[in-house]
């Protein structure tokens, strides 16, 4: 009876029994210290160096990804803490970028200018591709740096020149820039330019160089005759009509592909003559009269020609991005299955 009239502890009472009181011999115990580490290594979540800011519950998991699914020199860490959404947008949302990496996001690209001849006098200029009675004569605009280090037209890596060349039909195979030589006795095709210098890129042109060198493709046009030319870019052609325009004739309106058998190119003016109608011009790769009639339907026999027919052609350079690609590729086409059309004609006109 005694016993039943002793008071409950209160809760304080009951939790003090359950409180860790360390003596002397758990003081100096090898066991002990090892048996505390252990625990207070497995039981944080979060492991921050004393000293150091604490880092965020997002710094936090991100380094635990980056440390192989939470595996850090050894320690393995316990579950990534939930945190808010919000607490991580609001840190995600405001990185704080290196000054180099800000720096050259905010500094705006200096746009080309104009760069004399000089400036580039070290490169070599690119020779054309040309013989008689070429189907197609294509017209860049000039060589670039790549391409008159490796002495092949259209050589940069990003120019899309001879994927369009062979995805629209006008290559019945696959060519590389290093095949550039090939093309007149292979397939009837060849490359010239409007202006013979290098440069990095048309900004670093005079309109005047484009402007001089029309006289050039209009006698190139009169002395080796091609079907077509075929100008690869609309500035090339904008050129032309800009000096049509000053000898009085009527400008027409723009559009890619064919253009009006009026503008057909080596129609009239000049003698045929390329030499010295350019100070810098490139050099021509000019056959000898016997490997020449192979490109001749009637080598001895001279007809009456009409010009060579143009067709105006998107750029095929990587910076031209006014043009989707499914349009190019449409553009490209259209002088394609000519070129097809042709070389079955031809095919079976020699039986």
């Not at 850090?72 to 405001?94: L, N, Q």
């Not at 490997?291 to 339907?297: A, G, M, Q, R």
Request: proline share 8%; with cysteine; net charge positive.
């Amino acid at each position: 009876m005694a016993e039943d009239a002793t008071p409950l502890p209160s809760f304080g009472g009951r939790l003090a029994n359950f409180a860790y009181t360390a003596n002397e011999d758990d003081a100096a115990s090898p066991s002990s210290a090892r048996s505390l580490r252990s625990r207070s290594i497995t039981a944080p979540a979060v492991r921050s160096t004393p000293g150091s800011p604490a880092k965020s519950p997002l710094q936090t998991a991100m380094k635990r990804k980056l440390e192989d699914d939470g595996e850090a020199d050894g320690t393995t860490f316990a579950a990534i803490p939930r945190f808010s959404g919000a607490s991580a947008r609001s840190t995600a949302s405001s990185p704080s970028p290196s000054p180099t990496k800000q720096s050259r996001r905010s500094r705006p690209a200096k746009p080309s200018k104009y760069a004399p001849p000089t400036t580039y006098a070290h490169l070599p200029l690119l020779p054309d591709a040309i013989a008689p009675n070429l189907l197609v004569l294509f017209v860049g605009l000039n060589p670039g740096i790549e391409t008159a280090r490796s002495g092949h037209a259209y050589a940069h890596p990003s120019n899309l020149f001879w994927k369009l060349m062979y995805s629209s039909g006008v290559l019945p195979e696959w060519c590389t820039a290093q095949e550039d030589r090939t093309l007149p006795a292979r397939f009837r095709l060849g490359l010239t330019n409007i202006v013979a210098r290098p440069s990095r890129n048309g900004a670093e042109l005079k309109p005047a160089e484009l402007d001089a060198g029309v006289a050039i493709l209009e006698a190139k046009a009169r002395r080796w005759r091609p079907e077509v030319m075929c100008f690869v870019g609309k500035g090339i052609w904008d050129s032309v009509v800009r000096v049509r325009a000053r000898q009085g004739r009527p400008k027409p309106a723009f559009k890619y592909g064919w253009q009006d058998e009026s503008e057909n190119m080596g129609v009239s003016g000049g003698d045929g003559d390329v030499e010295g109608l350019q100070e810098r011009t490139a050099k021509e790769e000019i056959l000898d009269d016997e490997e020449s009639e192979k490109y001749v339907d009637e080598p001895n026999v001279r007809v009456e020609w009409k010009g060579a027919r143009v067709f105006v052609a998107s750029s095929t350079s990587g910076l031209a991005a006014s043009l989707l690609p499914a349009e190019k590729e449409a553009i490209w086409r259209q002088l394609g299955s000519w070129v097809e059309q042709r070389r079955k004609e031809m095919k079976e006109k020699t039986g």
